[in-house]
């Protein structure tokens, strides 16, 4: 296993800044929430794609990916009633795709609870119908610029559509491309109905990368969050990917969220001795 750390939380630096502080703590990672390099990714130039590859390249850590996709710009939503909007939704997630492949990427981690959910007027039928032709047709794009496009279940406090991993699942074997898998989340986990460990050593086989934070919101050690029976599920299953720290709750502070993160994830994610 390899961690990161999402940059989100560190509003105070530059991208640069944080790829040289995740590297100075022990981070191998860094994870970028689009809206923090610009309010649509579509208004980066090439160059600027360059320089944030560079930064990660020059502090010694990798790019892992993207998270947060549709938080900007304003309006996007994968099943609005409009039919302009779901159109501008499908091609800001394949600019998306450009993008994190453009700076060294591999994963994108489709999560946006509300702008994913199902409507009123809508059946939960013809959003799942939706969603599996526009990841259909997003995944071969994901493939040819080398990244994977994954969905992530989340509690039904957040969204009504893709609660559960079980549903994360049927959603990936019904789009049955490459460029499409799921991810799984500590926090999405603590909402569902099946044991964290369990749900880990059920989807492992369709598992592409995995964000850690505890059921509070709050940092991975930061909360009740077992993760000692956790890493013994990953290295269960043999997992050997990432696992980006993903706090939504920033307290204390990113400093500390940072450096005692990584300390508890060594200590119950990694094989003793």
Request: aromatic residues 8%.
């Amino acid at each position: 296993m390899k961690f990161a750390i999402c940059n989100e939380m560190f509003k105070d630096l530059s991208f640069a800044e944080v790829c040289r502080f995740a590297a100075d703590v022990g981070y191998e990672g860094v994870e970028i929430a689009p809206f923090t390099v610009a309010d649509s990714i579509e208004d980066v130039d090439a160059g600027r794609r360059e320089e944030l590859r560079r930064a990660a390249a020059d502090a010694g850590v990798e790019i892992v990916g993207l998270h947060w996709l549709l938080a900007s710009p304003k309006g996007l939503h994968l099943n609005s009633h409009d039919r302009a909007v779901r159109g501008r939704t499908v091609r800001y997630l394949d600019a998306l795709i450009a993008f994190c492949g453009d700076i060294g990427g591999r994963t994108l981690v489709f999560g946006s609870p509300r702008q994913r959910n199902v409507l009123p007027g809508q059946t939960y039928r013809e959003v799942w119908d939706n969603a599996v032709r526009v990841f259909g047709e997003l995944a071969p794009r994901a493939v040819e610029c080398g990244v994977c496009l994954c969905i992530e279940a989340l509690g039904p406090v957040e969204t009504n559509f893709i609660n559960t991993a079980a549903e994360a699942r049927r959603l990936v074997d019904a789009v049955d491309h490459p460029g499409f898998r799921m991810m799984l989340d500590v926090k999405g986990m603590s909402d569902d109905d099946e044991p964290i460990p369990d749900i880990i050593r059920r989807h492992a086989d369709r598992m592409e990368h995995f964000h850690a934070n505890d059921a509070s919101t709050m940092a991975p050690g930061f909360g009740k969050t077992d993760f000692a029976s956790i890493g013994a599920a990953l290295r269960e299953v043999a997992y050997d990917g990432w696992v980006s720290v993903e706090p939504i709750d920033f307290s204390p502070d990113p400093n500390t969220i940072a450096r005692e993160s990584l300390r508890y994830l060594n200590e119950h994610l990694l094989p003793k001795g």
